[in-house]
C-alpha cells in the first residue's frame, strides 16, 4: 500500500509525546489534517505536519493553527455590524438597474450591506425563517397580516468569514497581521482567497448572510454550522454541536434561494471554511481553550485602556502556554 502525505502526517501524529496532560497538539493537529474543507487543504496541512522535525515544532505548529485560524474565527461577531432597525431600502429598490452600484457600496458602507443581505434572503434567518421584527412592525402598521405559525426575531447581517480578520487600520502591525491570517487561511482552505476578502471585500454579499441575533451568536462561537450537500447547488444540511438552541433543528435541510434577482448567494467555500473549523473545534475538545483565551484578551484589552499598562501583545505571546 502506497503511503500518502496524509497518512505519513497521521503517523507522525501517532508518535506525538504529549508536553504534559493538557496537551491537545496531536488532536487539534489531527482533527484539522482530516477536516480541512478541500483535498489541496488537507495535502496543505500534512505537509505542514510533516514537514516538522520533532514534536516542539508540532506544538508550534498547532499553536499557529489555534491563534491564526479557530481563535479569530470563533472571536468573529465583535465587529459584525449591529442589527438593522430601520431597513431603509425595500428589496424594490435593489433592481437591476442600481444593483451592481449597491455592490460596490455595501463593501464600504455596512447599513447598505445589511440592507442588500435582507432582501436576499427575504428579510428572514436564513437558519431558522424568523421574520425581522422591524419589517414585521412595517408590514402591520401597514394592515399587511403575518401569518400566526410565523416567528418574528431581531435580524443581523452576519458575516460568514469574520469581518474581525481585515485589518483595522493601514499601519504596517495591522497589515502584518492581517497578511498572516489570510495565509493561515489559505493553506488551511486550499483555495486563493486573498482577492475575494482582502481589504474591503470582506463585506462582500456573498460573505453575509441574514441570522436572528440568538443564531448569529451560536453561528459566530462554531456551535452550529452548514454542510454542503453534495450533489444539489446551494443547499445545506445544519448541523449542531449541542442541544442548543432549541430552535434551530439539526438535520434541517436548508437551500438558499435570492429575492432579488441577479444578487449572489452565500459563497459555498466561506460556508465550507466556516464548517470546517467548527468541526475541528468538537472533534478536538478546543471550544473552551478558545473561549479561556478570548475572555483573556478581552480583560487584557479593557486593562489596558484602562490605564494598567499590560500589553495585549505581551498576553497573547504568553497564550501558548495554555494547552499545555
Known amino acids: 500500500m502506497t503511503s500518502t502525505p496524509e497518512s505519513i502526517a497521521e503517523t507522525r501524529l501517532q508518535n506525538y509525546q504529549q508536553l504534559s496532560g493538557k496537551d491537545k497538539t496531536a488532536d487539534l493537529l489531527r482533527a484539522l489534517l482530516r477536516c480541512a474543507p478541500s483535498p489541496k487543504g488537507r495535502g496543505n496541512v500534512a505537509v505542514e505536519i510533516n514537514a516538522c522535525v520533532d514534536d516542539y515544532q508540532l506544538n508550534l505548529l498547532s499553536q499557529r493553527y489555534l491563534h491564526g485560524l479557530l481563535v479569530p474565527v ?151 454550522w452548514l454542510e454542503a450537500v453534495e450533489g444539489l447547488e446551494n443547499t445545506y444540511i445544519l448541523r449542531k454541536g449541542s442541544a442548543y438552541p432549541d430552535d434551530l433543528i439539526a438535520g434541517t435541510v436548508i437551500t438558499f434561494t435570492t429575492a432579488t434577482p441577479g444578487m449572489a448567494l452565500p459563497s459555498p467555500q466561506f460556508l465550507a471554511i466556516h464548517a470546517a473549523c467548527a468541526k475541528v473545534c468538537h472533534m478536538c475538545g478546543m471550544a473552551e481553550v478558545i473561549d479561556k483565551i478570548l475572555r483573556d ?13 499590560l500589553s495585549f501583545a505581551a498576553l497573547h505571546n504568553s497564550l501558548a502556554v495554555l494547552v499545555h
Open 74 to 224: 470563533r472571536a468573529q461577531g465583535g465587529r459584525t455590524p449591529s442589527i438593522s432597525r430601520h431597513p431603509s431600502r425595500p428589496s424594490a429598490e435593489i433592481n437591476a438597474a442600481n444593483l451592481v452600484y449597491l455592490i460596490d457600496l455595501a463593501k464600504r458602507d455596512q447599513q447598505t450591506l445589511k440592507d442588500m443581505a435582507h432582501a436576499r434572503d427575504n428579510y428572514r434567518c436564513v437558519l431558522s425563517g424568523f421574520l425581522d421584527n422591524d419589517v414585521a412592525l412595517d408590514m402591520t402598521r401597514k394592515g399587511v397580516a403575518i401569518p400566526q405559525a410565523q416567528r418574528v426575531l431581531p435580524t443581523t447581517a452576519a458575516h460568514i468569514i469574520p469581518f474581525s480578520i481585515a485589518p483595522n487600520s493601514d499601519r504596517p502591525a495591522e497589515l502584518e497581521k492581517a497578511s498572516v491570517l489570510y495565509e493561515i487561511l489559505e493553506r488551511f482552505s486550499g483555495w486563493k482567497l486573498l482577492d475575494q476578502l482582502n481589504g474591503e471585500n470582506i463585506n462582500r454579499i456573498e460573505n453575509v448572510i441574514t441570522l436572528s441575533i440568538v443564531a448569529h451568536h451560536y453561528f459566530g462561537k462554531l456551535e452550529v
Open 297 to 309: 484578551l478581552e480583560m487584557v484589552k479593557v486593562l489596558s485602556e484602562d490605564g494598567s499598562g
